[in-house]
């Protein structure tokens, strides 16, 4: 922990302690620790293979660590299955539902929490005008290009405005004009 300017020392939003991941005898990630602060931006970096889309699984929950601990906001999360950690996660394949619409794949987590429908359509409206897809809502996944997909991947990420949000390579499907205007949204947020 570091002290800010004013001395009081901070605790980090999110604390990784010795997390070790194995896949039988493959050692994935060995005591990788870190803290980050609320609002840092942080990117991980490396060649194909070596973690960094397992750490961030980790980090969710979608697959359990093998040992060592994640922390959110001063909270064990290390046990807590997916659904109930405060994350949004944008993967590289879009994993958008594909027999919902594209309101309906925005909408998904909102509904989850039971928010009232009028909530639910103007956050997705919002979202899809965010992303520049506000025409889209009523088309399915395969009617979008890959660039547009992972538009609205991301969207779903926002939709519940999550403490975390986990991007793995979320705007490499996307041409060089929009990369540069979703890059600038994200770091709004």
Known sequence: ??????????????RIENLTKKFGDFTALREVSLSIAEGEFIC??????????????????????????????????????????????????????????????????LENKKLPRAKIKA????????????????????????GQQQRVAL???LATSPGLLLLDEPLSALDAKVRGYLRHEIKAL
């Open 1 to 14: 922990m570091d002290p800010d300017i004013s001395g009081v020392i901070e605790s980090p939003y999110l």
């Open 155 to 157: 969207a779903r990420a």
């Open 123 to 146: 956050r997705v409206e919002e979202l899809l005008e965010l992303v520049g897809l506000s025409e889209q809502g009523d088309k399915y996944p395969a009617q979008l290009s890959g």
């Open 44 to 109: 991980f970096l490396g060649p194909s293979g070596c973690g960094k889309t397992t750490l961030l699984r980790a980090i969710a929950g979608l697959d359990i660590q093998t040992s060592g601990e994640v922390w959110q906001a001063g909270r064990n999360i290390s046990a807590l299955p997916a659904s109930e950690r405060d994350f949004g996660i944008v993967f590289q394949s879009y994993a958008l539902f594909p027999n919902l619409k594209i309101f309906k794949n925005v909408a998904y987590g």
